[in-house]
Structure formats: C-alpha cells, structure tokens
C-alpha cells in the first residue's frame, strides 16, 4: 500500500496543481531536485572534477540502483543523456547489410522509425512491420509467421508514446529467443510505471527514459545491454571513455556497458536519477502499477461518462496512458486552457506514431496520465476542467 500523503508531502510540485502528465515528464521528489542542485552548489563551491571525487561512491551506485530497477547487472548499464540516445547506440551498433529484415511494431515510436529510414536508404535494410490484432496490439502469431532468415532484428515499442496499449513484449522476447534473433525493446514509457525484468523480457538491449515515470530529472536515460551481446557489439563511435587509449595506435574498449558512454556527463542529473530509482524501489513498482493503472482506469470512465471523450486506447490491456478526444474540441488549444487552471495535460501528435495514427486515423489525441501520486479528486478536477470549458 502506497501512503499516498507522504508520497505528496515529498513532492512540492504537486501541492499547487494537478499534474497529470506523467508520460510526459513526471514531478520529481523534493529528494529528487535536492541531489541535483545540492551537486550543484557543490560544483559551484568546490570545482566540478572536485565534486565528481567526493561523490564518486554514489555515482557509482547510480549503475546498481538502475541494474535492480530493471532486474539487470551493473556492467549491463550505460547512463545517458535521453531514451531516444540510448535507443540509437543500440540500435547503430548493430551491423546490419543490405536486405536484413528489421521487424517492428504499428506504435513504434517517431526517433526510432526515422532510424529505421536511414539505415534502409544509407545500408538497405527492409522495415516490416507486424500487424496488430483484433485488440489493436502487436499479433505475435503475426510476428512468428513473419520470421526467416532475413530478419536480423526486432525492434519493438512496449508502450506507445500516444496512449495505453501495451504490447506484448515478453511474447515477443520468447519469438526472438527462439529464432535467435536481436531484440531491442523501447521501455521509454514502461520504467517507472511498472515492475520491468529484462531477464523475463530476454531482451539484448532495452532503452528507456529518466523524466517520464521514473520521476527523474530531465536530461537522463539509459541502455540496458545483455552482457553476451556485449561482448559481440561495438558502439557506432567510441572516445576515450569508451575505449581508453592504451598505446599510440591502440584502444582498448571497455568490457561493460559503459563502452557506449562518453566521458563527459552531468553529475548532478545522474545523481537525481539515481534518487528517482530509489525512490521508485521504496515505493514499489508492483504498488506503482496498481495504482497508476487503477486511477487510469477510473479516469477512462469518467471522461466517457461526464466529459463526452471517445477513449482511444488500443489493446485489450491498458497502462496508465490515456489518450482520449472530445468531439469539436481543439487539442492544442484545451491543453492551454487547462494548465491556466492549474491542470497539466498533453497532446500527442499524429507524427509521433505515424504508422499507428495513419492506420487508426486519429488526430492530435489529448494525453492524461495519473501517476501512483495523483488522486481521484486530481482526476474530477481535470473532468470538471474540461467541462468547463467552452468549445475552444
Ligand atoms: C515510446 C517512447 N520512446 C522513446 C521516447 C523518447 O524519449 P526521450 O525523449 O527521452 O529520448 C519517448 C518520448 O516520449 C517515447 O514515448
């Protein structure tokens, strides 16, 4: 059980307006803000390389507290700067020829299907892309028939940028064991909302953010990479961090994930995200989910039956994403309104999941996502909120 009273008495950001926009970058802790500006101050006071020394322990343990998040190993994590940057070391460290078949999902994500484009105009890769099932999620037996000696990776977003679908990752984890193939899962909008394993996943390579569930500052992200593949995967570029310069015509990549790192980074946000992990840890991530999901739940209901909103959700099982649209409503317009008084929310624009928004024909969905700190006073103030409105 979460004490949803302390879990607010910690969080100054939500004393003063109703946040329900976790997909989109969640309210830190107080803990959170702390770490990064207390690393600040110290910078500031002391020197930059000064404070990175006095804080290397914690540093350090930032890799094990996102290692446990994710049921992983310390030397399978590199910190970086962003999702979409760890996505793209994974996914330009793969060698992949002319003709390789890359399979991926109706939801993926915009940054990883513009990648998907280049490497099919620069290297001549196929894009495929699973279809859905009746539900709207991806249809594994689908993705089983799709299979064959061509496929050299398998590309998947978990959860979409633009509503509640879960797909079924650990399914698909099964296929690509089975034929062997790579698998590279987007985890951008599953982490923080939800218990993440990759062990149960068996992806070999698994991206996600800091800002969105997680609770951690902007600016923050990771890679997971399986330590077999590691050993088999060379970073698209490398500095001396990666690899250290050993002798005048040689380097030496490291042997951990961190081989997709640079050497510079901010000590301040990694300390943040590594408060934000342990945050989450002490909360629980199986008490997260129940109530990220439950309030989403009740929200779904009451936009239907008070605000007139049509649910947009795809799948038969839905997170803590609700995409919804009221008819005549402008997207972009209520989401101003709405944050005058003092209600976050967002929008999703079609070209973030193209594939998925073209196929569904949806336009610009409004976007709401409770977080296990919300309330359900947090979500009829948002109803309340969009009733009020005039047609904007
Ligand atoms: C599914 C998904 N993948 C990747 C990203 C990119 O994350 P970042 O902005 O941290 O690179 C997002 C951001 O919205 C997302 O929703």
């Known amino acids: 059980m979460i004490d949803i009273e302390t879990v607010r008495r910690d969080t100054a950001g939500l004393q003063h307006r109703a946040h329900l926009l976790a997909c989109g970058s969640a309210v830190m802790?107080?803990?959170?803000?702390?770490?990064?500006?207390?690393?600040?101050?110290?910078?500031?006071?002391t020197g930059g390389y000064e404070a990175a020394d006095a804080k290397a322990a914690e540093l350090d343990d930032v890799y094990n507290l996102v290692a446990t998040l994710i049921g992983a190993d310390k030397?399978?994590?590199a910190l970086l700067e962003s999702a979409t940057a760890a996505w793209?070391?994974?996914f330009y460290s793969l060698e992949l020829k002319p003709g390789d078949r890359v399979l991926t999902c109706q939801?993926?994500?915009?940054?990883?299907?513009v990648a998907f484009l280049h490497r099919a105009s620069r290297d001549g890769i196929v894009i495929d892309v699973v279809p859905d099932d009746d539900a709207g999620a991806l249809d594994v037996e689908a993705l089983e028939k799709m299979m064959d000696d061509r496929v050299a990776l398998i590309a998947i977003t978990w959860i979409p940028t633009n509503g509640g679908l879960v797909n079924p990752a650990v399914a698909v984890g099964e296929v690509a064991r089975r034929y062997k193939v790579p698998y590279l899962l987007d985890a951008c909008q599953a982490v923080g909302q939800m218990p993440v394993n990759v062990r149960e996943l068996q992806c070999d390579f698994l991206s996600a953010t800091g800002r969105k569930f997680l609770r951690g500052p902007r600016g923050t992200g990771f890679l997971y990479v399986r330590e077999s593949v590691l050993l088999n995967t060379e970073p698209a570029m490398l500095d001396h961090f990666a690899a250290p310069w050993v002798s005048s015509d040689q380097y030496q990549l490291r042997s951990d994930a961190r081989r997709f790192e640079n050497w510079e980074s901010s000590c301040a946000l990694r300390l943040g995200l590594g408060v934000a992990v342990s945050y989450a840890l002490s909360v629980g991530l199986e008490n997260i989910q129940q109530r990220a999901w439950g309030l989403a739940g009740t929200l779904r209901q009451l936009l239907e039956s008070k605000a007139g909103a049509t649910i947009l959700d795809a799948g038969s099982e839905h997170c803590a994403i609700v995409s919804f649209a009221i008819g005549g409503r402008d997207p972009v317009a209520t989401v101003a309104k709405l944050r005058q008084q003092g209600i976050?929310?967002?929008?999703?624009?079609p070209d973030s999941t193209r594939l998925d928004s073209e196929s569904r024909e949806l336009p610009v969905v409004l976007r709401a996502a409770p977080h296990y700190y919300n309330t359900e006073a947090e979500l009829d103030q948002l109803v309340a909120g969009l009733i009020k409105l005039e047609k904007v």
């Open 29 to 45: 802790p107080d803990a959170v803000l702390s770490a990064v500006t207390d690393h600040l101050m110290l910078e500031a006071r």
């Open 75 to 77: 030397q399978e994590i």
């Open 88 to 90: 793209c070391h994974a």
């Open 107 to 113: 939801a993926e994500y915009a940054a990883n299907y």
């Open 344 to 349: 976050n929310i967002g929008v999703s624009n």
